[in-house]
Nanobody
Framework: QLQLVESGGGLVQPGGSLRLSCAAS????????VGWFRQAPGKEREGVSC????????NYADSVKGRFTISRDNAKKTVYLQMNGLKPEDTGVYYC?????????????????WGKGTLVTVSS
């Protein structure tokens, strides 16, 4: 059973940066594509970014393109989300999720494993 643990959330001012980490419990993350999702208060969970199992393909929501970067280090069994130029509308709980298949789409319905989330608050 794959377990995912997110970290790196916190309070940051508009324009600031955070780096989220998603650490996996299994002996290898190599075969899993991983996505980042977020849920703002009163809103549905939405996809933010996705990275294929090899790391060669990535995808971003239009709202974060040019500001967020997803990456992975399979040796460390960790996926990262570097968030720059943060805006108040980026506030929410950020979740990572994984599926054992090659994809760069990471549809919420396809993800088999979810972390418990880390809170990001962008406010002055």
């Amino acid at each position: 059973q794959l377990q995912l643990v997110e970290s790196g959330g916190g309070l940051v001012q508009p324009g600031g940066s955070l780096r989220l980490s998603c650490a996996a419990s299994l002996s290898t993350l190599d075969y899993y594509s991983v996505g980042w999702f977020r849920q703002a208060p009163g809103k549905e969970r939405e996809g933010v970014s996705c990275i294929s199992s090899s790391g060669g393909d990535t995808n971003y929501a239009d709202s974060v393109k040019g500001r967020f970067t997803i990456s992975r280090d399979n040796a460390k069994k960790t996926v990262y989300l570097q968030m720059n130029g943060l805006k108040p509308e980026d506030t929410g709980v950020y979740y990572c999720a994984a599926v054992r298949m090659y994809t760069n789409m990471c549809r919420r319905i396809d993800m088999d494993y979810w972390g418990k989330g880390t809170l990001v608050t962008v406010s002055s």
